[in-house]
């Protein structure tokens, strides 16, 4: 069983900063990929950024220049540091990995439960 566990979400005013966090556990074999989506209410869940395992990376426009996604290997770890903040950035944020469970199995998609990030003009 995998589990992906997010932190870092809050209330922030507009201009300010916040890091998120997601931690891969359990019966992991390899990582393909990690990265951050987000839905705002009313809309479809959107990929903001994400972290292939040779380090590639890849970004929504809308956040281009002031979102940067990193990974901890060692730790199963992805981060998103999200500055110059904006209300159009409020959101839920889902930490999702692509990964294998074993050498047999083809990859597939996990699933973080969210964290709210709020931001107030």
């Known amino acids: 069983q995998v589990q992906l566990v997010e932190s870092g979400g809050g209330l922030v005013q507009a201009g300010g900063s916040l890091r998120l966090s997601c931690a891969a556990s359990g019966s992991i074999f390899s990582i393909n990929a990690m990265g951050w989506y987000r839905q705002a209410p009313g809309k479809q869940r959107e990929l903001v950024a994400a972290i292939i395992s040779g380090g590639s990376t890849n970004y929504a426009d809308s956040v281009k220049g002031r979102f940067t996604i990193s990974r901890d290997n060692a730790k199963n770890t992805v981060y998103l540091q999200m500055n110059s903040l904006k209300p159009s950035d409020t959101a839920v944020y889902y930490c999702?990995?692509?990964?294998?469970?074993?050498?047999?199995?083809?990859?597939?998609?996990?699933w973080g439960q969210g964290t709210q990030v709020t931001v107030s003009s």
């Open positions: 999702n990995a692509v990964l294998t469970t074993s050498p047999v199995m083809l990859p597939r998609d996990y």
